[in-house]
DNA sequence: CTGTTAGCGCCTTCAA
DNA sequence: TTGAAGGCGCTAACAG
């Protein structure tokens, strides 16, 4: 059978009152008795029960990490970044997909806070900016850290500097001769949709170039909104020479519109798409692109949730450098003929 | 403050067992008075405490996923699966990444075994047939369900006719002209590697073509051994004029490569791979491969689990069917000139 | 078919 | 600095 508190307890010759004090690390014990406890723990390879542990301490030692799956890639790296800091705090983590805009998502987040009492929650977008879902977490005291979240809907976090990096982005465009350059926007939802839009506007600005509501194509984050938005775009009079896919699906949707029509990518028409997904350098040509440290978002998103609930926290929200990846999709403007 | 299970019997005017039992799924209820406990735990939210649960119950009321990341679509449609079963035995997830081939993962497992005392495990390929970790895990009396296990790996799970999948694909590709078929393999620790080759050469067997093992090239499941593969198989001095990628990322590895010499795919190269990934539909020209219900797979897998685990279960392994996806990225063989 | 009683193993409160 | 008693919310075992 696995030892209890108690037999630890009777080993050490103490309470097991004491025997908690050593595994929680509270203060007001010997050192002397906190080695007697810990050899005994040893000797019986004492695990303390964690549902036990919970009930007594109103506490589930547990966070949650909600999202709505844009992207199976960013979310099994966001997995693995929370994962590592909740190994390290040994806390265990629940995963819950969130069916945003489905009537009920709030419901069904309120249904797992009650169930599993998680510590805390690491949202992700475009759930880090749902409103009435940020509202009632507040009302029922359940604390969460963000991941990109806009300004003011998140107190602790992490993001990434999407308009700067867009803006950049935009820049090395610019440098290759491309003055008409269009953007297919993200879906209207999420908070990068702005960021980036307004990246792709301050790049245009900074060279100077006047914007033009026509190569503005709304779009919603997904491949075929890259197809449709490209058809527009490339069925233009005066059509762009480059095209700016608010994240790679897009982009890569672009892409295949392109090769469809037997435009040639770069000689013929650049694009370029933001996250750096595996995807956008398996495609050929390969994707230009903005890589977005999605791992350690989630390790540092984690950590400041954890940091937080034992109270060591000074909290914020952290930002993460991001890095530009130029590949085979973007290269010098065609000349004119 | 959050209902219990006290209030819910006081609502009903019931026992507090009666309500275990109705959210237990107990047999020795009248339905009438599981519709009145179920009303009332409609209207005070109730949800069971699952710590509580699991301290009564002598159970963790946790089962965990074991896997090695091949591909984040993969897992995620595989989790999306997990959960949805685990919603309905009211169980809960942990996740647990292991690093295959690593040394010591063995341990790792057990480490989480000892902390969570998950009532079982779903372990997905390459994992259900590490053949040191299922000796341990059978040791430690840990339950689990393999999804895609060999033969004797696993007594419970789903699983998929992958041979006789890749042996009807490779039909499809005879019809349409072609002899010259080669074969870019699975890394050699999965057990799909086996399956895949061995309905490969089905394939040409019952087409009557004998097999050419230049034309079979060692892959590992990765783009980058499609790019390497299809270098080798492209320079032959008779090259194929169809290749078959162990899965969709190699699939994707041979078009990139194909489009890099400038190869038409699919009028000078037909190719096609296994996995239906989202980027098969994104990749021009989309890629020709077999689906795969990961989702399915991975309900039923935890389906199977949970149910052995209340003692409700029959058993076995569940097969489930397959499903050609014929795109663009074969067709019929070019001519000879 | 339904209810009663006694814990599950730990933490909290309060006393020493 | 330490300990004793009570209870967290639920289920098991047994009783009706």
Not at 36 to 49: I, S
Not at 134 to 152: F, P, T
Not at 259 to 265: D, K, M, P
Not at 303 to 313: K, T
């Amino acid at each position: 059978m696995r030892a209890r508190i108690e037999d630890v307890a009777a080993a050490a010759g103490v309470s097991m009152k004491t025997v908690s004090r050593v595994f929680n690390r509270e203060p007001n014990v010997r050192e002397e008795t906190r080695l007697r406890v810990e050899e005994a723990a040893r000797q019986l390879r004492y695990r303390p029960n964690s549902s036990a542990r919970s009930l007594a301490g109103r506490r589930s030692y547990l966070i949650s990490l909600l999202y709505d799956n844009p992207s199976s890639n960013y979310i099994m790296e966001i997995i693995e970044g929370v994962l590592a800091a909740c190994e390290q705090a040994h806390y265990g983590l629940t995963l819950r997909p969130v069916d945003f805009g489905r009537r009920g998502h709030v419901e069904s987040v309120e249904g797992l806070v009650n169930q599993y009492r998680p510590d805390g929650l690491v949202l992700t977008p475009p759930l880090t900016d749902d409103l009435p879902l940020l509202r009632r977490l507040r009302e029922l005291d359940v604390r969460y850290a963000g991941i990109s979240a806009k300004r003011n809907n998140a107190r602790i976090g992490a993001t990434l500097d999407e308009r700067a990096a867009v803006a950049d982005m935009m820049a090395h465009v610019v440098a290759l001769g491309h003055r008409r350059i269009a953007h297919i926007t993200g879906h209207r939802s999420h908070g990068a949709r702005a960021w980036r839009l307004a990246g792709y506007l301050d790049g245009l600005n900074q060279a100077g170039i006047e914007p033009d509501p026509a190569l503005v194509i709304e779009g919603e984050f997904s491949f075929e909104s890259g197809i449709a938005g490209a058809r527009r775009l490339l069925d233009l009079d005066d059509p762009p020479t480059a095209i700016f896919g608010a994240n790679d699906d897009t982009a890569c949707g672009v892409i295949y519109e392109a090769a469809a029509r037997g435009l040639a990518v770069p000689d013929q028409l650049s694009v370029f798409g933001f996250d750096d997904t595996p995807m956008s350098r398996q495609v050929w040509p390969s994707l230009s692109t903005i890589r977005q440290p999605s791992r350690d978002m989630g390790r540092i998103a984690a950590r400041q949730l954890l940091d937080e609930i034992s109270g060591h926290g000074a909290g914020g929200i952290v930002r993460l450098p991001y890095q530009l990846q130029i590949r085979h999709s973007t290269g010098p403007v065609p000349q004119r003929r």
